[in-house]
């Protein structure tokens, strides 16, 4: 997540326009988008692929994806990922159907004003509609050591807000690799991965934990102090991070979502 956000029911109620859907896969795409017309009448389908991934179909409606079973009776708003090749296909989808969504973190909240965020909490549990507006400028004093895990080199101090099983957290975390920069990660859950954030700081070695749960392979589990994970989730909710990754530099000053190491190597030298 990201930075990417889930659409809810509401949103695709309220998606109005679109030109004429394509399809691909089998010859029920055409099915399946009659049938969502049927039940969803204001959602404009663009697009219906059942080829990608066997019993579901990946419908495209605005720059929104959501899923649905063949006979489309039953939807699904999530994320799908390829446990063999490890990618998250939603998160591929959305940057191919929207390239600014690489240096702008996570999707509009709206598409013409109609169209309604949808978010889950570090309890997997819908967060409220009203959040606080993500922080410009945070402090950091706070928070305990016992919620990070550090690792890097010798460079400019960096804190990233992280989920393990965000596919742009990960692209951040081999970029910032590369960098030689000193991170301090700070977990939290935006898509239900509190057990491994948890397995991640109560490790002998965190630092390669963390690459373990980057790379989805298990973690030896161990019973220690995770309350830092719970001052990271009440601290992000608080200054209104919704999304990951969200990059905090020396100065305080925050960045939400993915950024390439030439905009990293700048934003970091205007912390000095």
Excluded at 128 to 135: D, E, F, G, L, V
Excluded at 162 to 181: A, E, N, P
Excluded at 241 to 255: C, K, N
């Amino acid at each position: 997540m990201t930075g990417l956000k889930l659409i809810g029911l509401a949103a695709l109620a309220g998606i109005t326009t679109s030109p004429a859907p394509s399809f691909a896969g089998p010859a029920n795409g055409e099915a399946v988008a009659h049938a969502i017309a049927a039940r969803l009448p204001r959602t404009q389908v663009a697009h219906v692929d059942c080829a990608k991934v066997p019993g579901i179909c990946e419908v495209q409606a605005g720059t929104n994806i959501f899923y649905v079973d063949a006979t489309a009776r039953y939807l699904i708003v999530g994320r799908v990922y390829d446990m063999e090749t490890r990618q998250d296909l939603t998160a591929a989808r959305l940057l191919e159907i929207n390239p600014d969504l690489l240096l702008g973190g996570a999707p509009s909240a709206s598409d013409e004003g109609t169209q309604t965020a949808y978010i889950r909490d570090g309890h997997g549990q819908p967060a409220p509609s009203a959040s606080p507006s993500m922080a410009q400028k945070v402090s950091l004093a706070g928070l305990p050591a016992n919620g990070a895990i550090e690792w890097g080199g010798p460079g400019p101090s960096v804190t990233v807000f992280s989920d393990f099983h965000c596919g742009y957290c990960r692209m951040l975390h081999q970029t910032l690799k590369t960098m030689g920069v000193h991170v301090s990660e700070r977990p939290i859950s935006v898509l239900g991965t509190r057990a491994i954030s948890d397995a991640v700081i109560c490790a002998e070695d965190r630092i390669g934990a963390v690459e373990k749960a980057y790379s989805d392979q298990e973690i030896a589990k161990r019973a220690c102090d995770t309350s830092g994970l719970d001052a990271n989730e009440r601290f992000a909710q608080g200054h209104g991070f919704t999304g990951t990754p969200v990059i905090v530099r020396g100065d305080g000053a925050v960045v939400l979502g993915f950024r390439p190491r030439e905009f990293l190597e700048a934003w970091l030298k205007g912390g000095a």
